[in-house]
């Protein structure tokens, strides 16, 4: 199976931040970690959870 794997991109460098099955229209996902300002929050999509992304980022935010 495949899962969404959270992501807290800090000055370029993804930190794991939690995976989350996914829903039809969108989901609400806490997140492990903490977004500071210049930070980016992304989605990978995943085989499993893994501790640098391997899957394109299919979301990411503005820097916060």
């Known amino acids: 199976g495949k899962t969404y794997e959270a992501w807290i991109v800090e000055r370029g460098s993804p930190v794991p931040a939690g995976i989350f ?16 300002p210049g930070d980016v ?17 299919i979301v990411a935010s503005e820097p916060a």
């Open 41 to 57: 929050v992304a989605v990978t999509v995943e085989e499993e959870r893994v501790s640098a992304p391997e899957g394109e980022m």
């Open 21 to 36: 099955p996914g829903a039809e229209d969108r989901d609400l996902v806490p997140l492990e970690g903490t977004v500071d």
